[in-house]
């Protein structure tokens, strides 16, 4: 929306919009939590407008908003060494998190030829909605989205877009978690129903990687599966389960560390021998959550 209206505006040819309008897409995260597997998604959702603008993707470590000021100089270190010929600059951040009331965000901006797109993270709870700012009841009757003129306000209108049945057992993860994990800094106990039915998590304990494959391969709801992510520890050893990479590569499934999936999602998520399950990769899942555990496990 942002970008078709600064072509309009600029009136340009789609041959001139490259040099003249570029798009961050931006991903923020903190210590092990990475935005790999969100910004290769969010990369290929915008391949249809990738000629109409230049489009970079940035990876944001340990992004501290404690203030307007601080958004404000990040957004200035993003843009030294931009190209002069560009007129306008569109900001898309996903998975902010200020350490500010919301009423703050109508100082941020400021910076000519600079607009912005914000998604805020829904355990974000410094939510002081004002009447000069935001009318909540209108903007949750516009799917959660309120437009001014420099910064689109986005707030999730449920908690989780997942089955009933995974939001549940996600709660209950959650709510039963170690004080020490200090989940209720960062998480949302906001539990609202979800909106369909799935199949409930599935628990599997096998022997070898090679029994899990073979229970893929003839299982019928996994052996025509493609929006698949399978999950596994960073310090794994990947030799040892290098027949499950190949599984994935043959069938189109993403496959990745679980320390790079923050933000992202699908329909079916299998988590495979994690020492430790982490919040984060059982609320990935939409449809149906497999966990996968080898005698090995703790």
Known sequence: MKLYHYLRQMNLMTDQAKQKVQVF????????????????????????????????????????LDCPADFTTKIQEILQGCADSFKQTIFFF??????????????LGGIPGVDFVLSIRHAYHNGRWTDEILDRKTSMDNEGVHEDEH????????????????IDFMYYWLIHSPKQDRLF????????PGTFS??????????????????????????????VLVLYDFDYDLLSIHPLGKHCKSNDWRFCPVNEVMGSEAEIVIIYDLKKVHFEALSRAVQQLIIVTTPKTE
């Open 25 to 64: 897409v931006c991903g923020s995260y903190s210590g092990e939590a990475k935005v790999a597997v969100l910004l290769k998604q969010l990369y290929l959702e915008t391949r249809d407008i990738s000629e109409l603008c230049t489009l970079q993707f940035k990876p944001l470590e340990d992004f501290q």
């Open 94 to 107: 996903d998975e902010l998190f200020p350490h500010f009331t919301i009423d703050e965000l109508k100082n």
């Open 151 to 166: 910064t689109i306000f986005c707030q999730l209108t449920k908690s989780h877009r997942c089955s009933s049945e995974l």
């Open 185 to 192: 800094e960062e998480k949302s106990f906001i539990h609202s």
């Open 198 to 227: 799935g199949p409930k998590p599935l628990w599997l304990e096998v022997p070898i990687v090679e029994v899990f494959i073979e229970h893929a391969t003839n299982d019928d709801c996994l052996k025509n599966a493609k929006d």
